[in-house]
């Protein structure tokens, strides 16, 4: 079943939104614990939460 057109910009990006990305970097710089939920219906890939996870 081919992709309907109006779904194609959620398909070509698997990242997270730039603002989250910001979000997330300016939180690890705090140096504290985060925790971090995903609640997601799509596969997302997440490399700044993977790096920051000891």
């Known amino acids: 079943m081919p ?3 109006r779904l194609l ?3 070509a990006n698997i990242g997270l939104e730039t603002a989250q ?3 997330m970097e ?15 219906g799509r596969p997302l890939a997440i ?4 790096r920051a996870w000891p």
């Not at 300016?26 to 997601?40: D, N």
């Not at 490399?47 to 993977?50: A, D, E, F, S």
């Open 3 to 5: 992709i309907p057109d």
């Open 9 to 11: 910009a959620y398909a």
């Open 21 to 23: 990305l910001e979000m």
């Open 26 to 40: 300016e939180l690890f710089k705090l140096g504290k614990p985060v925790v971090t939920v995903i609640i997601s």
């Open 47 to 50: 490399p700044l939460v993977i």
